[in-house]
């Protein structure tokens, strides 16, 4: 039996630029001294916050995200009661001794050279200004601060597994974000982040036998060396100071290590990839083939989505799995080279998302994760030629439904009962609303839809509703049912090929509607001479039909399908004898969560 297959994607053109949104901006000076002995530092933070809401801000708050390694924090506490803890943290905090513990204390800051009091709640700081800000104005707060490096568990720390000394994420007081909603000042407990867009300039001093990497233009390259750069003094004392600037970005991460090896590589994009790895045998090799890749990922991407813009990216050996950054990501380097892809695949396609979109993360993981998802496997199927690089997302989906353990997607991200529910969700079925979204306004729309909603909302945090009216814009189609069903609900995906019946030199099909999503229906015909066709029954209320799907031989628009109605008969003009297959969703984007009565089979 020849099976029914569709190419989904293809080649891609990119969209032109459109609106703004009013951000908050602030602009982080930080210099930090760091003791590779104790894993303590200390630092000074010059922060230019602008309000560029219409709200007159009275008080604004900060992340201390190091204090969530601690026992009994509520990272800690919620890793032990929930029913399946991420085995990578487990119980993992609880057992931490005082000089293997995270801390992060502000010790004094100014507002305009006018002392702040202010009141640290575990991983918040809640900070009451001298005077309001009102929209438009602008506020110097000066810091200085102290914190302890963790012993690696969750993304940052140090002395990993694989022996990386520092992986410093989440380090610094972190202005939290303010925006048309309101203040966003969730806990951290171990899940994903929101910031401010600003322009970083840190300095960073520790042991000159450290080779530091991560966020931002390094500044002084000839000075430091390490791959970066020839010195061309010699430095006094047994400390460097490593000077980086990043503009435009909500975050700063680094990592560093004595015993890193640092190869560049430039592409013909004009970014410069830095990769950072540890001075082991056992993954060299595949370090250095991983280099050429990344750098067909980043060309395949940018043609997909839109440029990356920043002229600079590093990947760095370190972490506990992987995390993406502004202009850098954190991996685990031990690894088979086929994991090593993956993952830095993965990581790589979050800087258009996470770092160029910037969703809410808590609000919305299934954005910034299932649209990674997406891409990733956009490229796999793309670059290595897997057409069955959608699959798994699919399969983990029917498999959580079955579970019962399935939750809205509009659960916050730290609210999850399982952390099956918010990875399978976020992940998955985030990445199946893309696919699937193809499915129902066409490949082409999907793909100028992403175009667009990339260079439109690009450094805005945009929300679900923004994706929507974009879909819609550029397909003509009316989408509010799919995103409030897909994502705000459980509700399922389920037909049935009810009867087929001969009429004479007719057939008759009758189609059920047994979950509770309409959608438009795709039912594929195979005759028993080889030809394909296809006859599209369109949802009612999507008021638009797609174009007909690439390589049928045949495509009949059939009559629109109201969703309160169960069923639905149409009639194919060929005899009964002739058909050999009717099957539903020939391309298998449906997220049917039957398919056992999608199929049916002409024994006669």
């Known amino acids: 039996m020849k099976p029914f297959f569709f190419l989904l994607f293809g080649t891609v053109l990119l969209a032109q630029p459109q609106p703004r949104y009013w951000q908050q901006h602030a602009d982080y000076t930080m210099n930090v001294d760091i003791d590779v002995k104790t894993f303590r530092y200390s630092g000074t933070q010059e922060l230019v916050y602008t309000n560029k809401s219409p709200d007159t801000l009275k008080r604004v708050f900060y992340h201390l995200y190091f204090n969530a390694f601690q026992p009994d924090s509520e990272m800690d506490v919620r890793s032990r009661t929930i ?158 100071t490593w000077h980086f600037v990043a503009p435009n970005v909500h975050d700063f991460a680094w990592a560093a290590d004595p015993d890193y090896i640092h190869d560049i590589l430039e592409t013909e994009s004009g970014v410069t990839l830095h990769f950072l790895y540890k ?117 983990d989906y029917r498999a959580l439904v079955s579970s019962g353990l399935e939750e809205p997607l509009t659960t916050h991200s730290d609210r999850f009962s399982t952390n099956a529910a918010y990875g399978t969700g976020s992940y998955d079925k985030g990445s199946i609303f893309l696919s699937q979204l193809a499915y129902i306004i066409g490949t082409d729309a999907l793909i100028e839809s992403l175009q667009r909603f990339y260079v439109e909302f690009a450094f805005t945090h945009p929300t679900p509703n923004d994706f929507k009216r974009i879909a819609e814009k550029v397909s003509g189609i009316q989408l509010e049912w799919y995103l409030n069903d897909w994502t705000r609900t459980t509700n399922t ?64 628009v059939e009559k629109d399908w109201a969703w309160a109605r169960p069923t639905y008969a149409f009639t194919i003009d060929a005899p009964f004898e002739e058909i050999s297959q009717l099957r539903i969703d020939p391309t298998g984007f449906m997220a049917d969560i039957d398919l056992t009565n999608n199929v049916f089979e002409n024994t006669q």
């Not at 991420?86 to 001794?97: A, F, H, M, N, W």
């Not at 019946?501 to 001479?529: C, F, H, W």
């Open 279 to 395: 001075n082991n045998p056992k993954i060299i090799e595949n370090w250095k083939q991983l280099q050429p890749d990344t750098a067909k990922l980043m060309s395949f991407f940018n043609n997909a989505i839109g440029p990356y813009p920043y002229k600079q990216y590093t990947v760095l050996q370190g972490g506990d799995g992987g995390m993406e950054y502004a202009m850098c990501t954190l991996i685990t380097g031990e690894r088979s080279y086929t994991s090593l892809y993956g993952v830095i695949s993965h990581e790589l396609a979050h800087s258009w998302f996470q770092h160029v979109l910037a969703f809410n993360e808590s609000k919305y993981a299934w954005m910034d994760e299932g649209f990674t998802v997406f891409l990733d496997a956009l490229g796999e199927q793309s670059l290595k030629g897997n057409m069955g690089a959608f699959t798994p997302s699919y399969d």
């Open 493 to 556: 995906i389920d037909y049935n090929i009810k009867s087929v019946t001969a009429k004479g030199e007719q057939t008759e099909i009758v189609l059920e509607r047994i979950g509770s999503i309409g959608m438009p229906i795709d039912v594929g015909v195979l005759y028993k001479n080889g030809v394909q066709t296809v006859h599209y029954i369109p949802l009612q209320m999507m008021f638009g039909e797609k174009p007909a799907l690439a390589g049928v031989s045949g495509w009949t």
């Open 83 to 240: 029913s399946d803890p991420d085995e990578r943290v487990g119980s993992r905090i609880e057992k931490l001794t005082p000089d293997e513990t995270g801390y992060l204390h502000v010790t004094s800051l100014l507002q305009d050279g006018e002392e702040l009091n202010f009141q640290e709640e575990e991983t918040i700081l809640v900070v009451p200004l001298e005077k309001p800000l009102a929209p438009g104005a602008t506020a110097a707060l000066s810091m200085v601060f102290e914190g302890q490096v963790p012993k690696q568990i969750r993304r940052s720390g140090r002395n990993s597994k694989e022996g990386v000394a520092l992986s410093m994420t989440q380090w610094y007081p972190k202005l939290a974000e303010y925006d048309h909603e309101g203040w966003h000042t969730n806990p951290y407990i171990g899940r994903e982040f929101h910031g401010v867009w600003g322009n970083f300039d840190v300095k960073l001093t520790l042991d000159k036998k450290y080779v530091v990497g991560g966020t931002g233009y390094l500044q002084n390259p000839d000075e430091v060396g390490h791959g970066y750069g020839k010195k061309t003094k010699k430095t006094k004392g047994k400390n460097l």
